[in-house]
């Protein structure tokens, strides 16, 4: 099967992990897919060469973007589209019924654009186009039901899946390299350091966990915060930068920027934390869960569907400094608490996130809009 997936941006992001991950298990099940994209540096095209997508294109919008569109998608069985730019430009090319019985939509977050009329009914005319559209988690297949006007039997719920191996090496090996690792970020042995991996867009809220770090310190001292990502397309950073030296947070949060090795950072900590106002269902909470990690994040939106409160971690109202301040001091203080959530997330990861169910239900679904193919494995 040709696949031709178009997504926003290539850059690192939960979306776009996810759909390295597809291009990857599909390639090694014999299908051909390829990658388009409309914005942004395409910091991992390379990554997705290497996955054994056939080509990486940048797509970008413009007048001669249709025609373009055409050019790539001719001779495929499966336009999949991923993020709400590309999903609306290419649903708007989608004119004819044979363009629309192969196009293939997903929703990787409650997109709160949607909760405006306008354009709620703007993606309502649009979004039925695709045949089917993959919603990641239930929370996001009724909000996208709700506000982006989707029909609900277009939707089919499919859970992201995360290969562990990566995560589990890594902590296995956390014990050798653990402490080097922390040196050269500042840390000492004796630091309970919380990782938070996440653009530094609105939707992570990075100010709501830096004042709650400098109320938990207050408190307990050794805690410290490892803040891995960027922010491609703003300031976001920037800000949150100012924020930490308003608050005096100095050495004890870290900003690592954009990293490669996620696995051994999570590995050489003693827990996440993100304080999102939405989330679509959070790629990065299944990686801190498979490396052994409990789990502070907001309770909103798909979140509870991922990290079970009380079980794989804790969860707090979202924008509330001091409720996750509380949750910090309580993790920070109980070494045997944090390995039981930990242990929990990994056993968790594994029963019900896996790399292979995800890949397969995904064909699944393109094999129901365009029959006659079936699977196709190397020799």
């Not at 910090?328 to 242990?343: H, S, V, Y």
Request: with cysteine; glycine share 10%.
């Amino acid at each position: 099967m040709k696949i031709l997936h178009v997504i926003t941006t290539l850059d690192v992001g939960g979306a776009e992990m996810h759909l390295l991950a597809q291009v990857r298990g599909q390639r090694a099940r014999g299908h051909e897919p390829s990658v388009a994209f409309l914005k942004g540096h395409g910091t991992l095209a390379q990554d997705f060469a290497a996955a054994g997508a056939s080509r990486v294109e940048r797509l970008p919008l413009g007048p001669g973007f249709p025609l373009r569109l055409a050019r790539l998608a001719r001779g495929t069985d499966i336009v999949h589209t991923h993020l709400l730019k590309a999903d609306m430009a290419v649903a708007l090319c989608a004119g004819s019924a044979q363009a629309r019985a192969q196009l293939i939509s997903s929703k990787h977050n409650d997109e709160q654009v949607l909760r405006r009329s306008l354009v709620g009914r703007i993606h309502g005319w649009l979004g039925n186009r695709p045949a089917r559209t993959i919603a990641l988690s239930d929370h996001v297949a009724g909000f996208v039901e709700r506000y982006g006007r989707v029909r609900r039997e277009k939707l089919v719920r499919i859970y992201y899946g995360l290969d562990p191996a990566p995560f589990e090496a890594a902590r296995a090996a956390a014990a050798a390299l653990k402490n080097a690792l922390r040196a050269s970020l500042g840390f000492g042995p004796q630091d309970v350091v919380f990782t938070c991996v996440a653009r530094f867009a609105p939707q992570k809220a990075h100010h709501v966990l830096l004042r709650a770090l400098a109320l938990a310190r207050e408190r307990e001292p050794r805690l410290a915060l490892l803040l891995v990502g960027d922010d491609p397309f703003g300031e976001g950073r920037v800000r949150a930068e100012a924020l930490a030296a308003e608050l005096r947070l100095g050495p004890r949060c870290v900003f690592a920027g954009i990293r490669r090795d996620v696995p051994a950072l999570l590995a050489a900590s003693e827990g996440f934390v993100m304080s999102s106002l939405w989330e679509g269902l959070g790629l990065v909470f299944l990686e801190a869960m498979a490396t052994g990690l409990p789990v502070v994040a907001s309770g909103v939106s798909a979140v509870p569907e991922v990290v079970l409160d009380g079980e794989t971690g804790l969860l707090v109202p979202p924008s509330d400094p001091e409720a996750l301040s509380r949750a910090l001091c309580e993790l920070a203080r109980d070494p045997e608490r944090r390995a039981r959530m930990g242990a929990a997330g990994v056993r968790r990861v594994r029963a019900a996130f896996g790399l292979e169910r995800m890949v397969e239900e995904t064909l699944a679904v393109y094999r129901s809009v365009a029959p006659g193919h079936d699977e196709r494995r190397p020799a």
